[in-house]
C-alpha cells in the first residue's frame, strides 16, 4: 500500500438553465475532480400555455421536478440580458427568477452568469453564435447537437459554472454577495 493516500475525487451535479418563456432549456452535468460529462439536457416548451402566469408555475414545477430527480448540487442560471424590448427583459427576468425559486426551495445554492461569460467560458469568445457554443459542447462534451439549442446553451451554462466554480460573475468584480456588500457598504439600509 501506498505512503500517499489517494485524494477523495468530489463529485457533484451542476444543473444548468437557459430562461425562457417559450422554451426553456436545462442540462446537467455531472463533475468528478476536473472531469465532466453530461447527464441530461433537453427543453421545456412553454409556448403551448396562454398565460405568462401559467408559464411560470409551469417553469417552477418542472424545474422542481428535475431537481428532485437527479438532486443537482447547484444550479447556475443565465442571467436575461437588456434587448430591445422591456417586456420581453421582464418576462425573462421573471422566468429566472421562478427558476431560482425552485432551486432555493430545496436549499440548493445558486449562481448567475452573463450570456457573453457563458459564451467565453465554453468557446473562448464572448460574442460566439448559439451554433459556435453548441459546436464547441459537442467537442467537449461529445453529445449530438439538438435543433432546439436552447439544450445546449443552458449545458454551457452548467459548464461555465464549473469552470469559475461558482464565483459570481455577473457584475463587477465581486465573488458573491459577502464580497458585493462589503464593496459596496453605502447600499445597505
Not at 121 to 144: C, F, R
Not at 155 to 165: E, K, M, Q, S
Request: hydrophobic content about 40%.
Amino acid at each position: 500500500m501506498s505512503k500517499i493516500a489517494k485524494k477523495e475525487v468530489k463529485e457533484q451535479i451542476i444543473l444548468g438553465i437557459d430562461p425562457g418563456t417559450n422554451v426553456m432549456g436545462y442540462g446537467l452535468i455531472l463533475v468528478r475532480g476536473n472531469k465532466y460529462e453530461p447527464l441530461q439536457f433537453g427543453v421545456i416548451h412553454l409556448k403551448k400555455y396562454g398565460s405568462h402566469e401559467l408559464k411560470l408555475k409551469k417553469i417552477f414545477e418542472r424545474v422542481t421536478g428535475i431537481i428532485d430527480e437527479f438532486l443537482p448540487d447547484k444550479v447556475a442560471l443565465e442571467a436575461p440580458f437588456y434587448g430591445q424590448n422591456v417586456q420581453s427583459m421582464l418576462k425573462l427576468g421573471r422566468a429566472q427568477g421562478v427558476a431560482m425559486a425552485a432551486a432555493l426551495a430545496r436549499d440548493i445554492p445558486i449562481a448567475e452568469y452573463s450570456p457573453k461569460k457563458v459564451k467565453q467560458s465554453v468557446t473562448g469568445n464572448g460574442n460566439a453564435s448559439k451554433e459556435q457554443v453548441a459546436e464547441m459542447l459537442k467537442t467537449l462534451l461529445h453529445i449530438d447537437v439538438p435543433k432546439l439549442l436552447d439544450a445546449t446553451d443552458a449545458l454551457a451554462v452548467a459548464l461555465c459554472h464549473h469552470f469559475h466554480d461558482g464565483r459570481l460573475q455577473t457584475r463587477g468584480r465581486s465573488a458573491g454577495w459577502k464580497a458585493f456588500l462589503d464593496e459596496n457598504p453605502g447600499r445597505i439600509k
